[in-house]
């Protein structure tokens, strides 16, 4: 039962998968993909394997790469972090710069230049302060994201193996780790 249950949620993965990237086009597909996922969830396993067009021993390979060639790889969606010249613009959106660059204009207005410009070097202190402190940690957060390894244990009517999803990326010209 247990590898009935496995193979139920390894087909769900790549359901939800291929529709995440057809929904670019079609906007209403997660909710029905929301709905469909429940009522099948409602199933014995018998009909809910049939719907699916699996079995409780898993995809034969050829079934495996022909869902490889039609929907691509089954990867996790990953923010790119912002270029760098963005986060630069958006450590400007801090309220305490935004009111230091307010005084500094209201200073040359009032024609005491020496204050404006104490405090626009105020600002640039800290928005180098702050974007220099963010950039390393979004550098740092990005080296530790390429050290997690993502392994899956995959069910095939052959036998179950080990999946490495990036050794899948590297050679998908191939296909043959898949």
């Known amino acids: 039962m247990h590898i009935a249950k496995w193979a139920f949620f390894m087909k769900m993965m790549k359901h939800i998968s291929n529709l995440k990237r057809d929904s670019q086009t079609k906007p209403n597909i997660s909710l029905n993909l929301s709905t469909k996922l429940i009522d099948i969830a409602h199933l014995d396993v018998d009909t809910a394997l049939h719907l699916l067009n699996t079995s409780l021993e898993g995809l034969s390979e050829s079934q495996a790469r022909s869902y490889l060639e039609k929907y691509g790889l089954n990867e996790i969606a990953r923010e790119k972090p912002p270029k760098w010249y963005i986060q630069l613009l958006k450590t ?7 009111l230091l660059i307010f005084l500094a204009i209201i200073s040359l207005v009032t024609g005491d230049s020496k ?32 050290l997690v390894k993502t392994t899956a244990t995959v069910s095939r009517k052959d036998e179950p193996k080990e999946f490495h999803p990036m050794s899948c990326r590297r050679n998908r010209k191939s296909r043959s780790s898949f």
Request: proline share 3%; no cysteine.
């Open 115 to 146: 204050a404006a410009v104490i405090i626009v070097i105020m600002v640039i202190f800290s928005v180098i302060l702050r974007f220099s402190q963010e950039f390393r940690s979004s550098q740092a957060a990005e080296k530790l994201r390429e």
């Open 92 to 98: 400007f959106q801090n309220p305490l710069a935004i």
